[in-house]
């Protein structure tokens, strides 16, 4: 593929993928209103369009439109940097994640992917480290006991937990024998690696939920103790940022689980040629939506863990499990 | 493509390296040398060393500099005063530090001028990586495994130490405490410092202060 | 293509600016972070002699240099909160005695 023609489907491929993001988001959110409501016995946002469907447009139109408070004392460049890492390492973590195979246009190989690197998993698991600083800088930055006090909690959960799902992630890996998002995928044509590898599925969701500052781990945030928790400070679009690298987050490691763990965008193939070359992407979308369901779901119906016992699930019983998960999975290997 | 790119990462590498050297704050120099790692990453990629330039990330800059970053805020850090021996270490340590790098660097300059290496699309895969340090590197490996585990206990051994005899106030005068230091007082940091109650680097109450510090490194 | 010493050299300037922080900075977490910074212009010198010589060890290399960092980094970080707990400073220059 010449250069040129290179940079302009990656750029094609940015827009489309930023575009259907960014819808997702909004519609994810909705979601999570409406479904949180039915469990709650309450109806959630129904005013605004048919059924509430256009409430998206309404709250960014109210991001946008809210005062934008710069705390006195906070420090100026570190507080609004933060942010900015949050949102663009959680995008920047999605550019790997293939979400369908490859088709051919004008002579061309295009993958349903922004774009392919040996190593994807990798990738994915040291931009999502780093995701970490924006939520330390922004407790540090905003100069308030609850921000501080979230951003610590934040990030010694995210270092914690992020050992328990790179450990969890390990013994898929060693049955594909690839670091490639794609070729572990493929690997999974016989049988999803849910089957062998449920321990490390129940692991990675798990450290998942912790990582993405979910209920039952959103302690960062705890918004019943700490005000907001990390970003107490932040209005308008600011925290509109944080709210998106929120939700990119989760649908990052959805992408990471349906592709490590039920076997990515397999699924029945079937009808004319044009279907064939969506019907992937569908496939995807749906266990990807599963998950994000499973998310709202578990938000609705678990409480919130003390701080200690989320350290001590962490350390204490995840990453032994996670560990004994690989040792297992190596003797397995190596017996067969 | 090749030059390019390594001049734009190698610039970034540098200016955070010097950044990190005028920064008066830790915070600020912590945050420079994270810009430093992302650098030497794309440096590493540049050189196919894939796997090397994503646990650079993934360990270094994510993990390793994220605890440095978190105990410059447990401790709310900020640049000492310079005393005697910094100006000592100003007057010798100037021409130590430029002769070290004319020597190395006209050495290095001289032997490998012309060796041109570029990106040929040969990565050191994982593969490789895992095939030499589990036979041919197979013994460090394990050292460095029980070296790990004597860290985890040492760290856990000093962080989590029996109270000290008057409760730990842990934390350096309010006024001086102005964690965000870097190009001169702005007029509202100025101001904030005039009144000490409501110093910058202050970010907790006083009494709730020393129990979250102390809770927080006995958890981890 | 770009010679071998232009990254030696970009590695000797990375090292030259931590050992000038080592020297110059008064607090210790600054120190080492600095100590960070030379470990990593090493690491440069160790990927581009790997990338130039086709073989895996230099990577091999960098890898037991950040296990040990990391190892580093953990037992100082708890040293300096152990040592700034008890003596309310951070100055290296304060910290004179052989104990806590």
């Known amino acids: 593929m010449p250069l040129g023609i290179f940079f302009l489907v990656s750029l094609v491929k940015v827009v489309i993928t930023l575009a259907v993001l960014l819808t997702l988001v909004a519609y994810v959110q909705l979601a999570e209103r409406r479904i949180v409501a039915r469990i709650q016995s309450r109806v959630g946002p129904t005013r605004v369009g048919p059924s509430g469907f256009l409430q998206p447009a309404a709250d960014t139109f109210k991001f946008i439109l809210k005062e934008d408070i710069t705390p006195t004392d906070a420090h100026p460049f570190l507080y609004v940097l933060a942010p900015v890492i949050s949102v663009v390492l959680a995008l920047t973590a999605l550019s790997v994640v293939p979400i369908g195979g490859t088709f051919h246009l004008f002579g061309y190989p295009i993958q349903f992917q922004v774009t392919d690197i040996n190593v994807g998993l990798l990738f994915v698991l040291g931009v999502t480290s780093l995701g970490v600083y924006g939520i330390v800088l922004a407790g540090w930055s905003s100069n308030s006991k609850y921000s501080f006090l979230g951003s610590l909690r934040g990030g010694s959960q995210m270092l914690s937990y992020e050992l328990a799902l790179g450990l969890a992630l390990i013994g898929p890996i060693m049955l594909a024998g690839s670091l490639d998002l794609r070729q572990i995928v493929n690997a999974q044509n016989h049988i999803w690696y849910i089957v062998p590898e449920f321990v490390a599925f129940c692991i990675y969701l798990t450290a998942a939920f912790a990582e993405t500052n979910r209920i039952p781990f959103d302690l960062p945030e705890a918004e019943g103790e700490l005000g907001a928790g990390y970003h107490t400070e932040y209005s308008s679009m600011k925290f509109a940022m944080f709210f998106l690298a929120e939700y990119v987050n989760m649908i990052t490691v959805s992408c990471i689980a349906t592709i490590v763990f039920l076997g990515g965008w397999h699924g029945p193939m079937f009808g004319p040629a044009l279907l064939r070359v969506f019907l992937p992407v569908i496939w995807f979308a749906l266990k990807v939506a599963f998950f994000l369901f499973l998310y709202i779901w578990v938000r609705g119906t678990l409480p919130r863990f003390r701080y200690d016992q989320l350290m001590g699930f962490g350390w204490k019983f995840l990453v032994p499990l996670a560990l004994a998960n690989i040792v297992v999975t190596g003797a397995v290997l190596s017996f067969h | 493509m090749h030059p390019a790119l390594f001049f734009i990462f190698g610039a970034i590498a540098v200016a955070g390296a010097v950044n990190l050297l005028v920064q008066r704050t830790p915070i600020f120099s912590a945050l420079s040398l994270v810009a430093v790692m992302g650098a030497l990453a794309v440096l590493y990629l540049l050189l196919g060393a894939e796997f090397i330039a994503f646990v650079q990330v993934l360990v270094y800059a994510g993990a390793i500099m994220v605890l440095f970053v978190f105990v410059i805020m447990l401790l709310n850090a900020q640049q000492p005063e310079s005393s005697h021996r910094s100006r000592v270490a100003r007057l010798v340590g100037i021409p130590v530090v430029v002769l070290l790098f004319m020597e190395v660097a006209g050495v290095l300059a001289a032997t490998y001028a012309n060796t041109p290496v570029g990106f040929s699309g040969r990565i050191i895969t994982v593969q490789a990586i895992g095939d030499a340090l589990f036979h041919q590197y197979l013994l460090p490996f394990e050292v460095t495994s029980v070296l790990f585990l004597v860290g985890v206990i040492g760290a856990v051994m000093l962080a989590a130490r029996q109270e000290p005899p008057q409760p730990p106030e842990g934390r350096l005068p309010r006024a001086q405490a102005a964690g965000h230091g870097g190009s001169g007082p702005t007029p509202e940091m100025a101001a904030a410092l005039r009144q000490p109650a409501r110093a910058l680097g202050g970010v907790v109450a006083p009494d709730a202060e020393p129990h979250a510090a102390g809770t927080e490194v006995k958890s981890r | ?100």
């Open chain 3, 1 to 100: 293509m770009i010679p071998l010493s232009f990254y030696l050299i970009l590695g000797a300037i990375l090292f030259s600016i931590g050992v000038a922080g080592f020297f110059f900075k008064r607090d210790i977490i600054s120190i080492f972070i600095s100590i960070e910074l030379m470990l990593n212009a090493v690491n440069l010198t160790f990927v581009a002699f790997s990338h130039f010589w086709h073989q895996a060890a230099g990577n091999i290399f960098v890898f037991f240099v950040m296990v040990v960092a990391a190892a580093e980094a953990a037992v100082g970080l708890a040293i300096i909160i152990a040592v700034v707990r008890n003596r309310q400073t951070l100055n290296a220059d304060k910290m004179d005695l052989m104990k806590l």
